[in-house]
C-alpha cells in the first residue's frame, strides 16, 4: 500500500478509536492492532499519537471540503447548490458516523498552533456555506446566515452524538430535512450581545467550589490534563481536603456527569408540571432546556466530550438516564410529527438536542438561546 493512503488509513481508523474510547484511553499499539500492524509500523507514518489526531482531524476537514467545494463552485441556483452540498455533508456523516465528533473536541488535545490551522482551515472550508445562503436569502445579514449555517452542521453530525438507528436512505432524508428546515428559518429573534456574568465562587461551600473549578478545568483543559492538585489549587483547598469530598478523579467527573443530568431532569419535570407557565410542555421543554444549556455550557462540553472516562457503572446509570429524557422529548415531538416513524423521530429530536449544545459552547457570532430556541422548535413541529 502507497505510504498516503496508509496514512489516511491509520488516520481514519484512529479517529474511529478516539471517538468511541477517548483520546487518552487508546494507545498507539492499539491503532496498530486495529490494522493488523505493528507499532513501530505505525512510527513509520507518524511521530506520535498527537500527530495522529491531528491527521485524523485535518482528514476529515478535506472530505468537507470535497463535499463542499463542487457545489459551491457549481452553476445553477445557490439555494439548490447549498442543498446539494448539505446532501454531501450528511452523507459524509453518516458514511464516517463515529468520527464525525472529533468537531466536538475543539481541539483540546492539541498545540494552541495546530488548533489555530486547523480551526482556520475549517472556517475556509465552511465559508461557501454562508456566501451560498446569503446569494439564496439575500435578506439573511452575516450573523444570521453564520447561525443558519452553524446549526444545520450541527443537524449534520449530530449522529455522531448518539447510536439511535435508522436505514441510511431515511436517515438521510430526515437529516436534509431538519437542515432545510433551518436553513429556511424566518423570524429570528433581534441579536442579543449580552455576555452572562461570571459566577462568584467563593460563597459556595467547599464540594460545591471543587464541582465548579472542576468544570471548569476539565473543559478548558481536557481530564486527562487536570490532577486533583489542580482542581483543589484553583477552588484554594489542599489536597487533602479535595479527598475527604471525592475519593478520586473518575469520582469528581461521575459527580459532574450526575449533577449535570439532575438538572436536566428538573428541567424536564418543570416543563411537564409547570401548567401557569406559558407555552405548551414541549415549548417550555425547549425553552428550559436552552437556557439550562447555555447557562451551563461547559457543563454541557464535558457531557459530551469526557464520557469515555467514566465508572462503567456510572457511565450506565446515567445512559439510562439519557435515555429516559430523550424518551420525553420523542413523546411530545410525535404529537407534533404524527407521520414520522419512532426511528426518524429520535434522529430528529437528537438533531435537535446537538443544536443547543454546540450553539450554546460556541455562542457568539451565533446568537444567544433565543435563536437556538426558534430553530428548535422548528425543527421538531411540521
Not at 153 to 168: G, I, K, M, Y
Not at 192 to 217: G, I, W
Not at 257 to 281: F, I, Q, W
Not at 295 to 313: C, F, K, M, R, T
Request: hydrophobic fraction near 45%.
Amino acid at each position: 500500500m502507497p505510504a498516503a493512503s496508509r496514512s489516511a488509513q491509520i488516520a481514519a481508523t484512529a479517529a474511529e478509536l478516539f471517538c468511541a474510547r477517548g483520546y487518552h484511553n487508546v494507545g498507539v499499539t492499539e491503532i496498530a492492532a486495529a490494522l493488523g500492524l505493528t507499532g513501530p509500523a505505525i512510527y513509520r507514518h507518524f511521530p506520535g499519537k498527537r500527530a495522529i489526531l491531528v491527521a485524523a482531524i485535518g482528514d476529515l476537514c478535506e472530505g468537507v471540503a470535497a463535499a463542499v467545494e463542487g457545489p459551491a463552485g457549481g452553476c445553477g441556483p445557490a439555494g439548490e447548490r447549498l442543498d446539494e452540498a448539505f446532501r454531501a455533508l450528511v452523507e459524509l456523516s453518516l458514511q464516517r458516523r463515529t468520527a464525525a465528533r472529533l468537531y466536538q473536541w475543539e481541539g483540546r488535545h492539541l498545540s494552541g498552533p495546530e488548533w489555530t490551522r486547523l480551526a482556520g482551515r475549517i472556517r475556509e472550508v465552511l465559508e461557501p456555506l454562508r456566501g451560498l445562503l446569503r446569494q439564496a436569502r439575500p435578506e439573511l445579514s452575516k450573523p444570521e446566515a453564520s447561525l443558519l449555517v452553524r446549526a444545520a452542521l450541527s443537524v449534520v453530525v449530530s449522529p455522531s452524538t448518539h447510536r439511535a438507528t435508522l436505514s441510511r436512505a431515511k436517515a438521510r432524508e430526515t437529516l436534509l430535512d431538519c437542515c432545510r428546515t433551518v436553513l429556511a428559518a424566518t423570524g429570528l429573534p433581534p441579536a442579543d450581545d449580552t455576555v452572562p456574568p461570571s459566577p462568584s465562587l467563593d460563597l459556595l461551600p467547599r464540594r460545591e467550589r471543587l464541582l465548579a473549578e472542576a468544570v471548569r478545568l476539565f473543559h478548558r483543559d481536557g481530564y486527562h490534563a487536570v490532577a486533583m492538585e489542580d482542581v483543589g489549587a484553583a477552588a484554594g483547598i489542599n489536597s487533602s481536603g479535595v479527598y475527604r469530598h471525592f475519593a478520586s478523579k473518575p469520582a469528581l467527573l461521575a459527580a459532574i456527569y450526575h449533577r449535570a443530568a439532575g438538572r436536566v431532569e428538573l428541567v424536564t419535570v418543570d416543563a411537564l408540571t409547570a401548567l401557569d407557565a406559558p407555552g405548551d410542555p414541549l415549548e417550555r421543554l425547549v425553552r428550559g432546556y436552552t437556557e439550562l444549556t447555555y447557562g451551563q455550557a461547559e457543563l454541557a462540553g464535558i457531557y459530551l466530550a469526557e464520557h469515555g472516562n467514566l465508572p462503567e457503572a456510572d457511565r450506565a446509570e446515567l445512559h439510562r438516564v439519557q435515555r429516559r429524557q430523550v424518551d420525553v422529548w420523542l413523546r411530545l415531538t410525535e404529537a407534533e410529527r404524527p407521520g414520522d416513524s419512532p426511528g426518524e423521530l429520535r434522529f430528529r429530536v437528537h438533531a435537535a438536542l446537538n443544536v443547543i449544545t454546540d450553539l450554546a459552547r460556541v455562542r457568539r457570532p451565533h446568537g444567544g438561546p433565543a435563536h437556538a430556541e426558534h430553530l428548535v422548535l422548528a425543527l421538531l413541529r411540521r
